[in-house]
């Protein structure tokens, strides 16, 4: 009976729906791809779902039965576009601390969560780790607005020897937590008598804290010259006590045009408001104007360079981190054959203006009010030049 009253709610084309629905779900998920690089610091590939053409999978590295690495495979590709692979933004590249797969190691390259392990491919290669070199800066932060060049930056340092997570997303606490003591303190009635937190020394206070980090950094980057890359505000504002806790520290801003960063942006996070991509590459940039000043040891990579002229860019990154001009032919051949993370194919190369980027006239004006600013401060025009 109750069977019968469900039916006659949703009728027979909620029947028939629920029936679909059923017989998908059964389904197995089919999927394609391969691994081509599996080594101690990179595990790339690609892989699809061929029942959901549109979706991107999940890619976990598992040694010795061990998770040591995830990411998304959702990078473009040109030779899977060109091979009819969906949109071809289906390739992974993920970077390990020394701890991808060895020789006599088991390992599996995991799709989703179908425990579906990848074969190698038929021209698997593995790639020698760069041996490190004596006078290579370390350690080394690569900042920077999202979308700004900050992952082949961080792939070209494991080309030149270094050591370092694809992601950080640790440090950029600090200025959190620094903020919340102060305020924390600074709203305690320190006249009350007998209060404990009158007598905390806020320096040496937030100087035990980041001993905690420096340790746990550490600890997970054994292997010298290391590298953290978290690009956002957040992890720029913390460059100034990265400075305090290594005074050996060398920075690598990544910045990118207005135009092509939130043109980039928009299809990357195509959810997010055009508003808030502006103020985000805004905040990004004012906040390293900020800090550049301070003393920090520091050169500026703009995506632009590494997409038009990789061999100067090299020369000039191995230079700034001591590297010898073996590491920067390594770097430039790196950086001419992985381009920039693009949204699209040659997305990294194109110059766009004002007019022909296709924004309404609404996204105009919010571009102009918001980024104005941080546009000429870094020399940018709105034309084909991109720079003055």
């Known amino acids: 009976m109750e069977k019968t009253q469900t039916r006659s709610r949703g009728g027979r084309k909620g029947a028939r729906l629920e029936a679909t629905q059923s017989l998908r779900a059964a389904l197995p998920k089919r999927f394609e791809g391969v691994v081509d690089v599996a080594t101690p610091a990179r595990v790339s590939g690609w892989v699809r779902d061929l029942s ?23 990078l473009h590709r040109p030779d899977l576009a060109k091979a009819g692979k969906g949109d071809g933004s289906h390739g992974f590249d993920i970077r390990l601390p020394a701890t991808g797969p060895k ?87 320190i006249k009350v008598p007998n209060l404990l937190i009158s007598k905390v020394d806020r ?57 092509e960063n939130i043109e980039s942006r928009k299809k990357k996070f195509s959810g997010r408001t055009f508003e808030l991509h502006c103020r985000t590459w805004s905040d990004a940039m004012g906040a390293w104007r900020r800090v550049r000043s301070s003393g920090l040891r520091n050169i500026e990579i703009d995506q632009y360079d590494i997409a038009h002229a990789p061999a100067a860019t090299a020369s000039q990154l191995c230079s700034f981190l001591g590297l010898s001009a073996s590491a920067a032919d390594r770097v430039s051949a790196h950086m001419v054959e992985a381009r920039p993370q693009q949204s699209v194919s040659e997305s990294s190369r194109r110059v766009l203006t004002l007019e022909n980027c296709g924004w309404t006239a609404e996204e105009v004006d919010q571009f102009r009010n918001l980024c104005s600013e941080e546009m000429d401060a870094y020399g940018y025009t709105l034309d084909e030049k991109y720079r003055n």
């Not at 979706?55 to 998304?72: F, K, L, Q």
């Not at 804290?209 to 980057?221: G, H, P, S, T």
């Open 52 to 74: 959901e053409p549109n979706a991107r999978c999940d890619v976990r590295v598992e040694v010795n039965g061990v998770i040591v690495g995830a990411g998304v495979a959702d």
């Open 103 to 189: 020789s006599g190691d088991e390992f599996r390259c995991l799709v989703s969560d179908a425990r579906i392990a990848l074969p190698l491919g038929p021209r698997a290669r593995t790639e020698p780790t760069a041996s490190a070199e004596p006078d290579a800066a370390s350690p080394v932060f690569i900042l920077g607005s999202v979308r700004s060049g900050t992952t082949i930056l961080a792939s070209s340092l494991v080309k030149a020897g270094y050591h370092g997570f694809g992601e950080g997303h640790l440090l950029n606490l600090l200025p959190i937590l620094r903020r919340q003591i102060n305020r924390h303190i600074d709203q305690s009635d």
């Open 203 to 259: 320096s040496e206070l937030l100087t035990e804290i980041w001993k905690v980090f420096m340790k746990i950094q550490e600890r997970l980057n054994p292997q010298t010259p290391w590298f953290d890359k978290t690009p956002g505000t957040g992890m720029i504002e913390a460059a100034e006590i990265l400075a305090q806790i290594w005074p050996t520290a060398s920075f690598i801003y990544a910045k990118r045009r207005g135009i």
